[in-house]
T-cell receptor, first 115, second 115 residues
Framework: GAGVSQSPRYKVAKRGQDVALRCDPI?????LFWYQQALGQGPEFLTY????????KSGLPSDRFFAERPEGSVSTLKIQRTQQEDSAVYLC?????????????FGPGTRLTVL | AQSVTQLGSHVSVSEGALVLLRCNYS??????LFWYVQYPNQGLQLLLK??????LVKGINGFEAEFKKSETSFHLTKPSAHMSDAAEYFC?????????????FGRGTSLIVHP
């Protein structure tokens, strides 16, 4: 079956541009997570959806970051007025249920470079 | 609150040697614990997980980990390293604090395998 997909895989933006990153989770998965992974670091939590509800956005670094999952499937992470410190790999993961006993399934990530 | 500490950002072993990657966690409630592997330019892939059943957990590719509550540890081992094991390894903890089972990841350990 299809795994988690993300697009684009690579994105180069000029400082100040807006970007939109897309995540297609595994069909039927209830939970969806966004993480930011800086070079040489582990994934840092950004936000969490259970179906279409955004239950936790405590990891979003600023109000320039916005995420949505309007129909409980595809999710978009938007970054407005990108800054150089936004350069990172953005990982999306889905989980079949809300329970923490099940593992997350990760997409390949979107590597964002802000010039 | 939950946290993960991975001792050693890099571990270097010879092919055929024992692999030991260390993970210590902090959790106020019984945790779920995971080890993931990440190859270059890919997302994270689950190696194994602990969900309060057997304390010795066997995973894919010959890896295993032992949950030791008294030591708050979940170290990853493999008896004999292969060149193909060279990758980044992440330990993660998830518990029900906050109700959302949002996993927290360690900073990762890069495994280097010498011929």
């Amino acid at each position: 079956g299809a795994g988690v997909s993300q697009s684009p895989r690579y994105k180069v933006a000029k400082r100040g541009q807006d970007v939109a990153l897309r995540c297609d989770p595994i069909s039927g998965h209830v939970s969806l997570f966004w993480y930011q992974q800086a070079l040489g670091q582990g994934p840092e939590f950004l936000t969490y959806f259970q179906n279409e509800a955004q239950l936790d956005k405590s990891g979003l670094p600023s109000d320039r970051f916005f995420a949505e999952r309007p129909e409980g499937s595809v999710s978009t992470l938007k970054i407005q007025r990108t800054q150089q410190e936004d350069s990172a790999v953005y990982l999306c993961a889905s989980r079949p249920r809300a329970s923490g006993s099940t593992e997350q399934f990760f997409g390949p990530g979107t590597r964002l470079t802000v010039l | 609150a939950q946290s993960v500490t991975q001792l050693g950002s890099h571990v270097s072993v010879s092919e055929g040697a024992l692999v030991l990657l260390r993970c210590n966690y902090s959790s106020s409630v019984p945790p779920y614990l995971f080890w993931y592997v990440q190859y270059p330019n890919q997302g994270l892939q689950l190696l194994l997980k602990y969900t309060s059943a057997a304390t010795l957990v066997k995973g894919i590719n010959g890896f295993e980990a032992e949950f030791k509550k008294s030591e708050t540890s979940f170290h990853l081992t493999k008896p004999s390293a292969h060149m193909s094991d060279a990758a980044e390894y992440f330990c993660a903890v998830s518990d029900e604090s906050g109700g959302s089972y949002i996993p927290t990841f360690g900073r990762g350990t890069s495994l280097i395998v010498h011929p």
